[in-house]
């Protein structure tokens, strides 16, 4: 018979340990931002700020994650952003709720003759069809064909031809008793 051996939990490195003394520094004393790409081949970037050091980590973990099947097995890799070389984290418990994505159908206009977005500083998402249109007719001059269809401002031929064909449809048929006026 077999005795299994007692399991302990795993020691802390000290990247997280609340004893400031006794954190490890594996970054930069005196660099704000710093990516560690931990692993064999230990590499220090400096980064500009929080946010593109983030960017940078989620990035390489996806990265190092992300690789062929065919490719031999990898020693561990792992992107820790640092803050004055001492591993960085988030100041607070996490919220409830947070990191959770909910899913929702938006809207926007598309031109039906070239495809382009409504669009200016951002893409506009509207909650059905009908305000996205609304707000392409109303608010950036965009035409609206007797179908429905939208026509972008653009400047072409394709686009002059759609707007006056729109045109066409939307004048009234003569009545045999009108006059013509000229």
């Given amino acids: 018979m077999t005795a299994s051996p007692t399991v302990t939990p795993a020691a802390r490195r000290g990247l997280f340990t609340?004893?400031?003394?006794?954190?490890?520094?594996?970054?930069?004393?005196t660099r704000e931002w710093e990516l560690w790409l931990a692993g064999p081949d230990s590499t220090l970037l400096e980064m500009p700020d929080l946010a593109t050091a983030l960017m940078a980590a989620a990035e390489y973990n996806a990265m190092t994650i992300d690789r062929d099947e065919d490719h031999p097995p990898q020693p561990a890799h792992h992107a820790v952003v640092l803050n004055y070389g001492h591993a960085w984290r988030r100041e607070g418990a996490a919220r409830s709720g947070a990191g959770i994505a909910v899913p929702s159908l938006c809207w926007t206009a598309r031109c039906s003759i070239c495809g382009d977005l409504v669009e200016d500083e951002f893409i506009p998402h509207h909650d059905n069809a009908e305000a996205a249109s609304a707000d392409a007719v109303g608010s950036r001059g965009w035409g609206e064909l007797p179908t429905g269809r939208l026509v972008c401002e653009r400047d072409d031929q394709e686009h002059e031809e759609a707007r006056a064909d729109a045109r066409t449809e939307d004048r009234p048929e003569p009545d045999e008793d009108q006059f013509a006026l000229l």
């Fill in 18 to 29: 609340a004893d400031p003394a006794q954190r490890l520094r594996p970054g930069t004393a």
